[in-house]
């Protein structure tokens, strides 16, 4: 089941809506919007949805209706955050929060390309424990090309259809 809250200005929940779970997301938030429209007659509405429910047909149907909306994206999967958003000179500006009685290092930038606003948030300690898990890997991946290329074959038959490379690297496929 996939659920929707409506909360009102003040963050109140006013209602909520269900929709099976075995529906794709992108074909089912303009229509419960439309539902909720019908229902409570708001004039100004703000829909905030996570990345399962982005498409350009949604986002076109967003502003076809004049509705506000807060779509979420994966910075390293979207093309145009990851080129142009992160590569904007504007300054992250470092803030925290309390979240279950912990303090949360966050940062955070907004960026205007083509009209449209785009806000970075980023988890500070989260950033942290990635880069240092993508540097575990990258000492594993070492220590085990030093073992020569072939070690990094766990299956045996393969192994034999690979040959080193010319230049040092991975292995290449033999040829017979």
């Known amino acids: 089941m996939i659920v929707a809250v409506l909360v009102d200005g003040d963050g109140r929940p006013v209602c909520t809506e269900m929709w099976p779970g075995n529906t794709a997301d992108v074909g089912s938030l303009i229509p419960v919007i439309d539902r909720l429209q ?5 004039a100004r509405v703000c829909v905030v949805a996570d990345r399962g429910m982005i498409s350009a047909e949604t986002i076109a149907e967003l502003e076809a209706r004049g509705l506000l909306y807060v779509l979420g994206v994966r910075e390293r999967t979207d093309r145009l955050v990851r080129e142009l958003v992160l590569n904007d000179p504007a300054p992250f500006v470092p803030f925290t929060l309390t979240k279950r009685r912990n303090e949360i290092d966050y940062e955070a930038k907004a960026v205007t390309l ?3 606003r785009y806000i970075v948030c980023r988890n500070v300690d989260e950033m942290k424990k990635d880069a240092a898990g993508r540097a575990t890997i990258v000492a594993a991946l070492e220590r ?5 290329d072939k070690s990094l074959v766990d299956n045996k038959g393969y192994r034999r259809a690979f040959s080193p490379s010319r230049a040092g690297g991975a292995g290449q496929r033999a040829h017979p």
Do not use: S, T, Y
């Not at 085990?144 to 020569?148: E, F």
């Open 38 to 42: 019908c229902r409570f007659r708001n």
């Open 144 to 148: 085990q090309l030093k073992k020569g």
């Open 114 to 116: 083509a009209g449209r």
